[in-house]
């Protein structure tokens, strides 16, 4: 096979711009902090309305396309690769990460003492809407950015059959500017930094978060050295995982993962408060579904709180900036599949996953508050949120048990996180890629190596990592604007290869052989 040829220029480039940037807060702390928060406040503010109206249409546009004759196009015509199972927990690993597991410990607590729609802080009701926030805010609008992103590459790469799996080659493809390369080199310039800076919100919480459990099962006080070494150990697994490939790395990292997740969510249903866990969940569930358009395009514009800003606009954004690499990942993961099985699995399955384990995490969390047994909020606020976490589980009996338990997750959350986005960045950087091509194993150990340098480097020099959290969601904006031409551009491919044919021919022209068919 010819040797693929890597874009030297854009892999510079972009290490260079991230570097550049993590080294100069380290130099300017307090200059770059206030610059970015002014930024991010700034943008946040003029673009808000404009974020929510572009999610919530989002979701709209996938609900259409799932009912719709187009929901029956198959992307490629060949059976799935993966079962459903190890599809849908690829997926869920890759896009969710260990920071998921901190926030459904923790989340409930800000919404309860600082509670959106005017509703009274640290009430009864301000306790219903913080479970109610909490499965809004990952559930159908978050795995919808995820799904509605990931459409357009996937139509692009295995139903016109272009070359080129990253963001930059979509668009050239559906604008036809491939003649201004210029432009996909910002584009891709645009992803690879929101890539390390979304990252960068994972690991800021992720790895202090390990370490804590890691000092706590072992009996020692958690380091500036346990946090470097923790960080190797995880870039070691990834680094292996991605080495050898999705089918034997990432596949089976995912599968184990799931099924640690869903014991120990389980574990806790069963030795926790069950009823309350019930009881608040569905609660959660009816508040949401009530109020879904209200909680989805809520502005705040009288009061001005600050709430939408700093919580639903600031998560979608979020959610923006992991996108490219979701869709990406998606892309090469959902061979095989139709358009409206994506849609289904992406948005219901994802949100159902969250749900579980939030309902579970989040109302063990607010029922000790409840008790009295631990002060969520005020130990969240004067200790933060890892020692508030380890507080809970050592709540439980085999508390060392659970606190494993935990580590062993947010350890296998994080080193899925950074595979696929390994695999993507790789990608990203090699033109032309074919269908049934995949970047190179050492361009995607190369990712790897840098993906754990740039947090070494940060926590060396102690970079704030909140402005490069916020620098990288600020750039969750240009991102949108790319992703409406492509969304607008995949809609007119469809019109004009499948709007002249009737929705019955593409039901049997998605039907597969006898044997093409997937054993699940």
């Known amino acids: 096979m010819k040797e693929r040829k890597y874009d030297l220029k854009l892999i510079v480039t972009s290490l260079v711009l991230v570097l550049g940037i993590v080294f100069y807060l380290a130099v300017k702390p307090e200059q770059g902090t206030e610059a970015a928060n002014w930024l991010f406040n700034t943008l946040t503010t003029i673009f808000g309305s404009y974020t929510l109206i572009f999610t919530f249409l989002s979701l709209l546009t996938l609900v259409f396309l799932f009912f719709s004759k187009y929901g029956n196009i198959r992307l490629d015509q060949t059976k799935p690769e993966y079962s459903n199972f190890s599809w849908v927990a690829m997926m869920l690993s890759a896009g969710l990460g260990s920071a998921t597991v901190y926030w459904g410990f923790v989340e409930w607590a800000y919404y309860y003492t600082t509670p959106a729609l005017g509703v009274t802080p640290e009430s009864s009701g301000a306790y219903e809407w913080a479970m109610a926030y909490n499965l809004f805010h990952w559930g159908f609008s978050a795995w919808g950015l995820y799904c509605i992103a990931a459409l357009p590459v996937a139509y692009h790469f295995h139903v016109r059959k272009n070359k080129g799996l990253s963001l930059s080659a979509v668009f050239l493809s559906i604008t036809g500017w491939q003649s201004k390369a210029w432009i996909g080199k910002i584009i891709d310039l645009i992803f690879i930094f929101t890539c390390f800076g979304g990252l960068s919100i994972t690991l800021a919480l992720s790895i202090p978060m390990i370490s804590e459990g890691i000092a706590k099962v072992l009996g020692i006080g958690s380091s500036f050295t346990m946090n470097i070494i923790i960080v190797i150990i995880i870039s070691i697994i990834y680094s292996l995982s991605s080495y050898i490939g999705i089918e034997k790395g990432m596949k089976r990292i995912s599968d184990l993962n799931t099924y640690f997740a869903i014991a120990f969510a389980l574990l806790l249903f069963i030795m926790g408060p069950s009823i309350f866990i019930l009881k608040n969940t569905t609660n959660g569930l009816g508040l949401m579904f009530q109020n879904f358009i209200q909680m989805s395009l809520w502005t705040d514009p009288i009061d001005n709180g600050g709430f939408p800003e700093g919580w639903t606009i600031f998560y979608w954004l979020y959610w923006i900036t992991y996108t490219p ?64 976490i380890m507080q809970i589980l050592g709540e439980l009996p085999w508390s060392s048990l659970f606190i494993l338990m935990f580590t062993i997750i947010s350890t296998l959350f994080l080193a899925t996180t950074l595979d696929s986005a390994s695999y993507t960045l790789a990608a990203t950087v090699t033109p032309g890629l074919k269908n049934n091509q ?19 480097t940060m926590i060396l020099i102690k970079a704030p990592l909140e402005t490069i959290k916020t620098t990288a969601i600020v750039t969750a904006i240009p991102l949108t604007i790319i992703l409406v031409i492509m969304i607008i551009g995949f809609l007119k491919w469809m019109v004009k290869d499948y709007g002249h044919i009737a929705a019955h021919q593409i039901v049997e022209e998605s039907v597969l052989k006898p044997e093409e068919k997937e054993i699940v």
Request: net charge positive.
């Open 438 to 456: 995949d970047p190179s194993a050492l361009l995607r150990l190369f990712w790897c190596v840098m993906l754990a340098v740039v947090p070494l």
């Open 325 to 388: 690499f979701m869709a990406i990942f998606v892309t090469k993961v959902s061979k095989g599949r139709k358009i409206k099985e994506l849609i289904l699995n992406m948005v219901i399955s994802g949100s159902f996953g969250c749900w579980f384990f939030f309902g579970v995490l989040t109302n063990f969390s607010m029922n000790k508050h409840i008790t009295g047994a631990i002060d969520v909020p005020g130990v969240l606020d004067s200790l933060g949120g890892n020692v508030v």
